[in-house]
């Protein structure tokens, strides 16, 4: 299960020393570009962004658990349409801590796994929809209502406004897909600021209904108390006093944000190898107790988050650059995952592989609140689909797409003999 053209190198630009990782080219297939820069360049240089790029394992993990450094303290740099930080991601320790001690236990393995009869039996409905058909554009029947029906059943938010929340997180997420094709031509520095004008309006105004919407919800549940993280959340308290509205609000955004995005993107860019290497389909078929190993392979091999970006706050020296304070880094965990340092035979897909250490999930203090929901929901999509559908394919003919940063495959057409 060895992918081919790993020898690939990154080929960064020789004025500037800049590597393209940011495109829909790349994240069809970047295991070639991070083999290269692991071996050439660990601390790189993106194109477009112009960010510095970390990549060995051992420089991401440490930056990731040095907050008081690489600081997730981004609001002003990254500008999600938010008025105020989200809880807890755009703040540090020690009072990001707090924020974590709260909220921990909502998404904690037990209580995951409390719903995942629910999410079991929806997964079982949409296959059972489409399966006798023989195929299936995989993003928009399963991918994405599965973990996001699931989200909201978590959040206790509507099954009937799972539309809206899409529109509200692609708004935020990716913005130019909103956009018509005449606005999106960009001619000039007076068309890339008319875009990037048009791109911020979109943001704040999707910003805007993501925050009235969460006002009149939670302003419902003080009214009459639910047992869902909604109701939770109007009567947590902190340091012994009650979360303010805004406190409420900064964590509920955060949330939309963050639970109706990576999980598609997961399962997606898990389908894609499956059906492009029978033998591992057919493993996870004949040998079921191998799902839980794949899921973690998969998620080191794809990595669909491809990195997170930090804030330098203290002066720092890295393999001989020094970044001072102000400045923005990325911290590439796809490439990571991928380092010979740390894992033996990297480019090996190995479902059986022991200590699977892979930072797909981030680490450090801002390791990722819902991963235990997203390896729930990974567990059941596979699990269901295949015991449906063991045997699939990519159309004759198509190519899936993806959008750059986190990988979604945006066009998965699948075929199979019902």
């Not at 009072?95 to 001690?101: D, I, M, S, V």
């Amino acid at each position: 299960m060895t992918p081919p053209d790993l020898d690939v190198p990154p080929n960064p630009d020789p004025e500037t020393g800049e590597v393209q990782l940011f495109s829909g080219e790349v994240a069809a297939c970047p295991q070639p570009v991070y083999r290269g820069l692991l071996e050439q360049c660990p601390f790189a240089r993106a194109a477009l962004v112009g960010t510095p790029v970390l990549s060995r394992y051992e420089d991401v993990k440490w930056a990731l658990a040095h907050p008081e450094i690489f600081s997730s303290e981004m609001e002003a740099q990254l500008d999600l349409g938010t008025e105020r930080p989200m809880i807890p991601q755009q703040i540090d320790p020690p009072a990001q801590t707090r924020y974590r001690k709260l909220l921990d236990p909502l998404f904690s393995r037990k209580r995951m796994r409390a719903f995942e009869p629910r999410v079991r039996e929806r997964a079982a409905r949409l296959i059972d929809g489409f399966a006798a058909a023989g195929e299936c554009e995989y993003d928009q029947a399963f991918a994405v209502p599965l973990p996001c029906s699931a989200f909201l059943e978590v959040m206790g938010l509507p099954q009937d406004d799972l539309g809206l929340f899409l529109e509200l997180k692609d708004s935020i997420i990716r913005p130019w897909t909103r956009l018509t094709p005449e606005e999106q031509k960009v001619e000039g520095p007076e068309g890339m600021a008319r875009l990037q004008e048009l791109v911020t309006g979109v943001k704040h105004a999707a910003g805007q209904q993501i925050y009235q919407y969460f006002r009149e919800v939670l302003a419902q549940r003080e009214r009459e108390t639910r047992d869902d993280l909604l109701g939770f959340l109007v009567q947590a308290e902190k340091d012994g006093q009650p979360l303010t509205r805004n406190e409420q609000l900064d964590i509920c955004f955060l949330l939309l944000i963050a639970g109706l995005d990576t999980v598609t993107a997961t399962l997606g860019c898990n389908m894609v190898y499956l059906a492009s290497n029978p033998e591992a389909r057919r493993r996870l078929v004949t040998e079921p107790g191998l799902l839980d190993g794949a899921i973690e392979e998969l998620l080191r091999w794809e990595t669909p988050v491809t990195g997170v970006p930090r804030i330098v706050k203290q002066e720092v020296t890295i393999h001989g650059v020094t970044l001072q304070p102000g400045e923005m880094i990325s911290l590439l965990l796809g490439a990571s995952n991928l380092d010979a340092e740390e894992f033996e035979q990297p480019e090996r897909v190995d479902f059986g592989r022991g200590q699977n250490r892979h930072l797909a999930f981030g680490g450090g203090a801002h390791r990722c609140l819902g991963s235990h929901l997203a390896r729930m929901e990974l567990r059941v999509g596979l699990e269901e689909w295949h015991q449906r559908i063991p045997d699939y394919r990519v159309a004759p003919g198509a190519v899936p797409t993806y959008s750059p940063g986190i990988r979604e495959v945006t066009y998965l057409p699948l075929e199979w003999t019902p």
